[in-house]
């Protein structure tokens, strides 16, 4: 992988990180794209460059983070499910990173996503601050995060449809998701960083370093373009993408123009 490929990686993970299209399967696809094989080396740069989009979170939403122990106690138990089952499951996940799984799950997740959406009417009474939101339901929205493990299902996808379902409001949704992303993100990127830390060598830390601050900078500016988008629509037009997207690779695929 060539430090071009890290660029054009960051940048596909700060766009995608925090909308509900999956980073973790268009990482999956670009990198197919590109040619480059789904090794253990290259799963651990995918998962570790998501801190330059954790970085982005922090940076946007610091005076909460640091000051607030009311959203730190939501955050915490909503992010149980997927520590739990993330170390348990590790290597049974690392095994589903491949491009037909992540083109199903697009696909899938697209779906309902348009379906939540039919249903989905914002009301007054709907949650509107996440320092609020009960703990039962941060961790039931922690649950739908769990699901995300399986590539192309999105985390902030399944996060945003758990807190739909649940009540909140979606800007409220979408902010919780971005902010779980802190805690559940630092972890898996540690852990997988300091399982393969080993195996990098001098330049794979510059290509490394690379991804990081280009993730970093797009996922700054697609978080406050984000917001702003969907306090006027709604989530049908990203379900929409993820059937296109998904379907379109699986033809790839068929076709053997990208493996």
């Known amino acids: 992988m060539t430090v071009i490929d890290s660029i054009i990686l960051g940048i596909v993970e700060g766009i995608t990180e925090f909308l509900p299209v999956s980073s973790t399967g268009h990482l999956i696809l670009t990198s197919s794209l590109l040619g480059i094989q789904q090794t253990d080396i ?66 899938i997740g697209g779906i309902i996503f348009i379906l939540v959406e039919l249903f989905y009417k914002e009301k007054e009474h709907h949650l509107a601050d996440v320092e609020k939101i009960p703990y039962t339901k941060a961790f039931l929205i922690g649950v739908f995060q769990s699901l995300a493990m399986i590539p192309g299902t999105s985390r902030s996808g399944a996060t945003i449809i758990g807190g739909l379902l649940l009540g909140l409001k979606r800007k409220t949704a979408a902010e919780f998701s971005f902010l779980l992303a802190v805690p559940t993100m630092i972890v898996a990127t540690t852990y997988d960083t300091l399982k393969h830390i080993n195996e990098y060598h001098f330049d794979n830390w510059i290509i490394l370093g690379t991804g990081f601050i280009t993730a970093f900078i797009f996922a700054l500016i697609t978080i406050k373009l984000f917001l702003r988008f969907i306090s006027t629509h709604n989530f049908i037009p990203f379900g929409i993408y993820r059937i296109i997207i998904g379907i379109l690779f699986l033809v790839l695929l068929e076709k053997g123009l990208i493996s």
């Open 42 to 107: 290259h799963k651990a740069f995918e998962v570790s460059i998501q801190l330059g989009s954790i970085l982005a979170v922090i940076f946007i939403y610091y005076e909460k983070i640091f000051h607030s122990k009311e959203l730190w106690k939501r955050l915490i138990i909503a992010f149980l499910p997927t520590g739990a089952l993330g170390f348990i499951l590790y290597k049974l996940i690392k095994s589903l990173f491949s491009p037909v799984i992540t083109s199903i799950m697009l696909i």
